[in-house]
């Protein structure tokens, strides 16, 4: 028999509304799932958007404070995709009310802020995850397993990227994104947070690391109203960006390994240019997310001249069968978000955690906090 089970979404930009059509989108691909959400509550602070949001997809009811959301009986378990600065006191609050949480990256402002989520989460006896959606990927899952089986040899050393040109456009709004007080970090918190992520999934534990930060576009125009996503406001009074538009960072891992992790904002010519190279002793993986269905791999016993060869993963590969029959048929984005609601709501029906959970927010969080220590000192930062 399948239980019903009551979730409410806490803010409701483009990232909210992601989560919700990834709780819709369950029963479709995992009908054996025990579990079924059911759209109880959405909240957020801008008149009127809660209110469409519900009427659009089906929430019993709206409000624009999320404090409802924790006081309401009918939900156990929430998103939180507010704005970072929100993270903390609102996953807190859910966990100690009882509520499951699926909260976004990089939960809060700082790594202190993501231990006080997962301690809140832990010290309740509730399910915690993590909006780390590119791990989900069937081809980095598949990859990973690749690299922990040896068939590339001893991992030597690799390289992440993440370019984005979101907001290159120097009259994108100065948004709660580009400040510290809301946003936090800025690159360091939105794209190379999954970096950090990206590198530990498939590498291991990170040791030490120095890192370099530059912001590239130091004004933005402030705008007249509410924004969602990445808006622009030309012609408004202008305001100084107070975070970074770029990272680039030198990793030393446990393992012995080298790595390269890079992100930025404003890279014009770069439309989600994410993805990874991973190299050792006896062959190489690598992965872009733009390609997100496949994986070049070589292998072998040439060392020089040896060829690389592209892996188009099927059902045999993470979640694909759930979504696709047969290998080389695309899967999405929002497809990855799905997986990440499954592994939520499998772990609340279960008791045990699947996916990326709290611990990986807090680990992904410290390396974030060393970069930027590594950028203003101008030295290597252990972990």
């Given at each position: 028999m399948v239980e019903e089970l009551g979730v409410a979404v806490v803010g409701f930009g483009w990232m909210g509304r992601v989560h919700t059509q990834a709780y819709v989108r369950l029963p479709h691909h995992y009908p054996r799932l025990p579990l079924r959400p059911r759209l109880v509550t959405v909240a957020d602070e801008v008149p009127g958007r809660a209110e469409e949001a519900a009427e659009r997809y089906g929430f019993a009811a709206a409000t624009r404070d999320w404090r409802e959301v924790a006081a309401d009986p009918r939900v156990r378990a929430v998103s939180v995709t507010a704005p970072n600065f929100l993270h903390r006191e609102i996953g807190v609050a859910m966990a100690g009310a009882g509520k499951h949480v699926w909260i976004e990256k990089p939960v809060g402002l700082t790594a202190e802020d993501a231990r006080a989520v997962a301690d809140a989460v832990g010290g309740a006896g509730v399910q915690g995850a993590v909006g780390f959606n590119y791990r989900n990927a069937p081809a980095v899952e598949a990859a990973r397993e690749l690299i922990a089986a040896g068939e590339i040899g001893t991992v030597t050393h690799a390289r992440i990227r993440l370019f984005s040109d979101y907001a290159a456009d120097p009259d994108s709004a100065l948004t709660w994104r580009y400040e510290r007080r809301r946003g936090g970090r800025g690159v360091l918190g939105d794209l190379a947070s999954h970096g950090a992520d990206l590198a530990r999934f498939l590498l291991g534990e990170i040791a030490a690391l120095t890192a370099d930060t530059a912001v590239f576009v130091p004004e933005r125009a402030r705008p007249a109203g509410a924004t969602a996503g990445h808006a622009r406001a030309a012609g408004g009074a202008r305001g100084p960006v107070e975070n970074e538009d770029y990272v680039g960072?030198?990793?030393?891992?446990?393992?012995?390994?080298?790595?390269?992790?890079?992100?930025?904002?404003?890279?014009?010519?770069?439309?989600?240019?994410?993805?990874?190279?991973?190299?050792?002793?006896?062959?190489?993986?690598?992965?872009?997310?733009?390609?997100?269905?496949?994986?070049?791999?070589?292998?072998?016993?040439?060392?020089?001249?040896q060829p690389m060869s592209t892996v188009h993963v099927g059902p045999g590969a993470g979640e694909f069968a759930a979504f696709q029959p047969g290998a080389a048929n695309a899967m999405g984005y929002d497809d990855l978000k799905v997986i990440e609601a499954?592994?939520?709501?499998?772990?609340?029906?279960?008791?045990?955690?699947y996916g990326a959970t709290l611990a990986d927010a807090v680990r992904a969080a410290a390396v974030l906090d060393a970069m930027a220590q590594s950028a203003e000192s101008g030295t290597w930062v252990r972990l």
């Open positions: 960072a030198l990793l030393r891992f446990a393992s012995g390994a080298r790595g390269v992790l890079e992100a930025c904002r404003v890279s014009v010519g770069e439309q989600n240019g994410y993805g990874f190279e991973v190299h050792g002793t006896r062959g190489a993986v690598s992965w872009d997310f733009r390609r997100m269905n496949e994986f070049a791999v070589g292998r072998g016993t040439s060392y020089q001249d499954y592994r939520f709501v499998r772990s609340i029906a279960e008791g045990t955690p």
